[in-house]
Structure formats: structure tokens, C-alpha cells
T-cell receptor, first 114, second 111 residues
């Protein structure tokens, strides 16, 4: 089945630790995105990548890092520099251009800092 | 950047009722999407609708780009329609494919 997978579903982290969230897609999409969602809020863009080996900062990139070594994969690292990392993290992908430039989302990862 | 506002913030309906959800955006757009987030957090794309009208079953959407708003209509609502509805828009400037999301409309459909 084509789609986007994120792992783990739930993640607990101690303060001061870095953690990496996985995002994989088999939709052959060029573009991938990471969003953060806080309770009662909309989605805020952390990082996005339109092509392999290239990525750009979104609106709230501080304290996060990404890599895009493969088309299928776009992992997000939440570093110890992120002051308030507890949130729901969503990964998305799209095939930009034309009339089908829609974003498809993974199931999300809930990160809790203890 | 573009501003996206949704109204009302919360909506409670009795099963079978109809509703209209509104999305206003501050600038011209070349991409406007509606999403539904279910209680487990999964976002599903409902419509890609930068202009015009589309229908999919009990849902339909209309975007009037010249007046900078979009409407999502839900007819004969069901309890499974509950969740949060997001509108997201993108300005037609450069190659940036970044979408800006509204804060969402929380819909509760009661049996």
C-alpha cells in the first residue's frame, strides 16, 4: 500500500536528550514536510524539503534538525536546544505542481518530555 | 506571509444537521486545501480547491478566490464527521511550496 509511515507512535524523552523521529513515504513524492501541532492549535511548519539533499527552514526551525539523503526518508531530530518539545509531530509529503499539489499526512508521533 | 483565519472556532451539531465552515485568507492563493483531523490525530485531505466548487458525497467546498474565502459544507452530518477541520493556503510567489494552516474548527456531532 502507498502511504506515509511515522515511528514511533509515542515517544518519551528525558530533558537534555536528542531524539529522532522517523518519516518514510512510498508515494514517490519529491517534497516532504515536518509540522508541529500543540493542543488547540493549527499546524506550524518546522522544516521542508523539495528535493533530495536539500531542505529549508520553516517557521519554527530552532532546536530541530533534518536530513534528506533519500527520496523516501525525511527524519527529524529534536535536539536538547528545543525548549518546549512536548507536542504532536506530523510528517507530510506532496508532488508539487499541477492540479494535484495536495499534501498527504502520516499518522503522527506524540513526543513527551519527562 | 499569508494569514488564514477559520470560523467558527467550535461547532456543535445534532446528527443529521447541515453546517458551513468558513476560511478567510489575506492574499491571493494558488493552493487551498481542506483537511479533516480525526480524534486519533490523522489528517485526511478533503479537497484541493484553489478556486471553484467541488463535491464529494455529503461534503462540498467552494472557493471564491477574488473575495479571498473558502467554504466547506457538510450535509446530513454524522458522528464520524467529528474532529477538527483545517484550511491551508499558499501564496503564488516563487517556488516555495509552503502551506499556511488556520487554527482549525472543532466540530462535534452528537447522536
Amino acid at each position: 500500500d502507498g502511504g506515509i509511515t511515522q515511528s514511533p507512535k509515542y515517544l518519551f524523552r528525558k530533558e537534555g536528550q536528542n531524539v529522532t523521529l522517523s518519516c518514510e513515504q512510498n508515494l514517490n513524492h519529491d517534497a516532504m514536510y515536518w509540522y508541529r501541532q500543540d493542543p488547540g492549535q493549527g499546524l506550524r511548519l518546522i522544516y521542508y524539503s523539495q528535493i533530495v539533499n536539500d531542505f529549508q527552514k520553516g517557521d519554527i526551525a530552532e532546536g530541530y534538525s533534518v536530513s534528506r539523503e533519500k527520496k523516501e526518508s525525511f527524519p527529524l531530530t529534536v535536539t536538547s536546544a528545543q525548549k518546549n518539545p512536548t507536542a504532536f509531530y506530523l510528517c507530510a509529503s506532496s508532488a508539487p505542481g499541477g492540479s494535484t499539489d495536495t499534501q498527504y499526512f502520516g499518522p503522527g508521533t506524540r513526543l513527551t518530555v519527562l | 506571509g499569508i494569514q488564514v483565519e477559520q470560523s467558527p472556532p467550535d461547532l456543535i451539531l445534532q446528527e443529521g444537521a447541515n453546517s458551513t465552515l468558513r476560511c478567510n485568507f489575506s492574499d491571493s492563493v494558488n493552493n487551498l486545501q481542506w483537511f479533516h483531523q480525526n480524534p486519533w490525530g490523522q489528517l485526511i485531505n478533503l479537497f484541493y480547491i484553489p478556486s471553484g466548487t467541488k463535491q464529494n458525497g455529503r461534503l462540498s467546498a467552494t472557493t471564491v478566490a477574488t473575495e479571498r474565502y473558502s467554504l466547506l459544507y457538510i450535509s446530513s452530518s454524522q458522528t464520524t464527521d467529528s474532529g477538527v477541520y483545517f484550511c491551508a493556503a499558499r501564496e503564488p510567489t516563487g517556488a516555495n511550496s509552503k502551506l499556511t494552516f488556520g487554527k482549525g474548527i472543532t466540530l462535534s456531532v452528537r447522536p
